[in-house]
């Protein structure tokens, strides 16, 4: 039990690693009444492994910020300081290659944790979509905390599993599939994703820009439009704002089984 006023205490002498991650942080008070318990997405995070006595001391290390649409949570290559849990808004994850393209490589939604990978320095950049709120936590202190926690860390394992599924899938969005199947696998995709956060429904919310999903999928901006006004025009979907209406759900799954 020795490990945990240690996580407390690296929290205080990271203070200048925290600055450094450009974060505006904001009241206790900014998660409302009942702090971590109440929290909308703890159920799908990795918090969900913890009893009420934990999440009060995760609480004590988490700095709740919020960053406008635009704003940068952090930048491929700099020290990895922070690790980050998404518990509002969509957040970009791209990599830019050394001939200046950019390489969308996933969207983030609440209860995804960013930054977890075992390395001094971030792998990729992460940009917020529309408003974006998170819980910040040094890293040393978070990783403190999971040394003295093996349940959670079993949880992070759970995480890192289903991160490796969904990369595998994206390989093969990447490879032999057309446009409409790669595009008809990404909308069915996030579908899913916002079903597990409560959130079922025939409608998908796509707040990310339609060349945001086409340098994810390898596609240029063109064939996206393209592609989306065609499975509206056979009415597959429906394309609504802020999103598309899935209208032919049959279809979609036989196309991207």
């Known amino acids: 039990m020795s490990v945990i006023p240690h996580a407390i205490s690296f929290a205080h002498e990271q203070e ?15 998660r409302g009444e009942g702090g971590c318990r109440n929290c909308m997405v703890r159920l799908v995070s990795v918090c969900a492994s913890l009893t009420d006595d934990e999440l009060a001391l995760l609480e004590q290390l988490a700095m709740p910020t919020h960053f406008a649409s635009g704003d940068t949570l952090f930048t491929q290559g700099s020290a990895a300081h922070c690790v980050y849990n998404v518990t509002a808004g969509v957040v970009r994850l791209y990599k830019l290659l050394s001939d200046g393209r950019r390489q969308v490589v996933g969207f983030a939604l609440p209860g995804d944790f960013l930054g977890l990978a075992m390395r001094d320095a971030y792998g990729f950049s992460a940009d917020a979509i529309g408003d974006v709120a998170v819980c910040a936590f040094s890293r040393g202190a978070y990783t403190a905390l999971v040394d003295a926690k093996p349940h959670l860390l079993k949880r992070l394992h759970e995480f890192a599993t289903h991160e490796l599924t969904l990369a595998h899938e994206q390989m093969m969005l990447l490879g032999r599939r057309t446009a409409e199947e790669k595009l008809i696998c990404f909308l069915l995709g996030m579908q899913q994703r916002w079903a597990r956060l409560g959130k079922p429904s025939v409608t998908v919310p796509l707040p990310m820009t339609r060349q945001d999903i086409a340098d994810f999928l390898g596609l240029t ?19 609504v704002p802020g999103g598309v209406r899935v209208m032919n759900a049959e279809r979609m799954h036989a196309i991207a089984a």
Not at 16 to 30: G, M
Not at 226 to 235: H, V, W, Y
């Open 16 to 30: 200048d690693a925290i600055v450094n991650c450009q974060l505006l942080a904001c009241s206790a008070a900014a």
């Open 221 to 239: 901006i063109e064939t996206v439009s393209r592609t989306f006004t065609r499975l509206a025009k056979d009415r597959t979907i429906l394309i």
